[in-house]
């Protein structure tokens, strides 16, 4: 059942994604979670509070969010096994659960900064990467709108698609959702600002250990990927993620990011700038550095090539399963 949900829900956001008019209408289910955490961070945060003190807030904080998160998914799941049949509960678990995946929004955001390299230049290749980045884009040149496009789409394949869908199959509805409470917090409040340091603490933890068995599973369909993809370049895919992975800030983010580099022969990551600190990140692969708008097109390809075999494996397994089982 749950190799099952995880197909529906990736092929329903595959095909219908989250349509404008329900966000235009009702927002949608990350938005929710972050106005709980902001509602949250507003009560518990008080700026006079000792580290130690912040720091405890922000667990009591996170957990709150998750467990009124869990609370409601556990609480709609058990609604519609009691509601509906087996089958029909199935569909309306995947059409919710596929909410929480970001697949189909993430490629179009990485296609935007492609098109308005390619049609404005500089100035609309830094507009539209500076939706998807928290780096200052005005000290982007065009290889650093690219290469910062496609970091993004690495990290994001990671964080948005394979490790939604792995708590999904690991743990239902309930599972993605408390996941994806998580990794919104880390977003919103798990930064090393003086603000955050401390109350944002629990969260940049915890995503850190949410997300690290599907940071290396996205590297693994990456560099799959690569293998049936014309020009790129499973080997030093693999070597890349193997070899510089290790070497990145974050536990998590250099597998991606680096599978991606080795992949189409680039340089990814490295030294950059977020409000208007310098970070010196190692590079993730060992490739050029001047990125284009054309390498943009080539990660967006890769891309989509993994996210067909997870969905070609997880469909796979679902089938397996119905049929040792029914």
């Known amino acids: 059942m ?31 979670m972050g106005t709980l955490i902001t509602r949250a961070e507003m009560v518990w945060n008080e700026g006079h509070l000792s580290f130690a003190r912040a720091r405890l807030r922000g667990i009591l904080a996170l957990a709150t969010v998750v467990l009124v998160t869990v609370s409601a998914a556990l609480l709609i799941d058990h609604a519609l ?19 929480l995946l970001a697949a189909r929004s993430l ?9 308005a390299l390619e049609a404005r230049g500089l100035a ?5 990467v500076s939706r998807i980045v928290g780096r200052d ?26 490790a939604p869908l792995f708590w ?15 990794n919104t917090a880390d977003s919103m409040i798990g930064h090393k600002s003086e603000r955050y340091l401390a109350f944002g603490w629990a969260a940049a933890r915890l995503d850190d250990l949410v997300n690290l068995p599907a940071s290396r599973l996205s590297a693994i369909w990456l560099v799959a990927a690569a293998r049936v993809m014309p020009g790129a370049d499973w080997r030093t895919a693999a070597l890349s993620a193997l070899t510089d992975a290790p070497r990145h800030r974050s ?20 030294p950059r700038s977020y409000g208007g600190k310098r970070v010196d990140d190692a590079w993730m692969g060992s490739g050029r550095r001047d990125a284009t708008a054309a390498d943009i097109h080539r990660a ?14 997880v469909g796979l397994l679902a089938l397996a399963v119905l049929v040792i089982f029914w």
């Open 137 to 162: 884009p005005e000290t982007l040149d065009e290889p650093g709108v690219s290469r910062a496009a496609i970091e993004s789409l690495a990290e994001n394949f990671s964080d948005g698609v394979v």
């Open 251 to 270: 536990p998590n983010a250099g597998w991606p990011e680096a599978a991606m580099a080795g992949a189409l022969g680039l340089a990814l990551a490295g």
């Open 300 to 313: 967006l390809r890769l891309y989509r090539i993994a996210y067909i075999l997870q969905g070609a494996v």
């Open 81 to 99: 096994d009691l509601a509906l049949p087996v089958w029909a509960a199935l569909i309306v678990e995947a059409l919710l659960a596929s909410t």
């Open 124 to 128: 609309g290749g830094r507009q539209a």
């Open 107 to 115: 490629d179009d955001h990485v296609t935007d900064v492609a098109e």
């Open 2 to 32: 749950a190799f099952a949900l995880a197909f529906l829900a990736l092929l329903v956001e595959a095909i219908a994604g989250y349509p404008q008019a329900l966000l235009t209408r009702i927002g949608h289910p990350v938005t929710w």
């Open 168 to 182: 999904l199959i690991v743990g239902g509805l309930p599972g993605c959702a408390a996941y994806k409470a998580i």
